[in-house]
């Protein structure tokens, strides 16, 4: 999810690295990289720990030109839409809240 849009100068002039812990769908990195882009941004790298296949391939597809740092890709994505294997949510996990 996007935090914030306010920078302290002109965004479009940085290039912008993006961290996001894991990347399941691509959504949430999609939403970000279409701020930048609105921003003027065009040079990107992305940094994260976990992938999964479908998301990198959904986020090559409409980002060609970002490059992008993954620590491991897992196969595929489960009904829940979680990185199987995955490590679990990662939110949950990190501000513990898992039950």
């Known amino acids: 999810a996007v935090v914030s849009t306010q920078s302290t100068g002109d965004i479009a ?4 690295v993006v961290v996001d812990p894991m990347l ?3 959504g949430s990195l999609n939403c970000a990289l279409e701020v930048l882009r609105e ?6 790298v992305f940094v994260n ?5 479908e998301g990198l ?3 090559q597809r409409r980002w060609p030109r970002l490059h992008t740092v993954t620590l491991h ?4 994505l489960d ?4 990185i199987v294997p ?5 939110g949950d996990r990190y501000y513990g809240t898992v039950e």
């Open 13 to 16: 002039k940085c290039k912008v």
């Open 49 to 53: 720990l976990f992938s999964c296949e």
């Open 39 to 44: 921003a003027g941004v065009e040079e990107v």
């Open 73 to 76: 890709v897992d196969l595929m």
């Open 57 to 59: 391939e959904m986020i």
């Open 79 to 82: 009904e829940r839409r979680y």
């Open 86 to 90: 995955g490590v679990g949510d990662f």
């Open 24 to 26: 399941g769908t691509g």
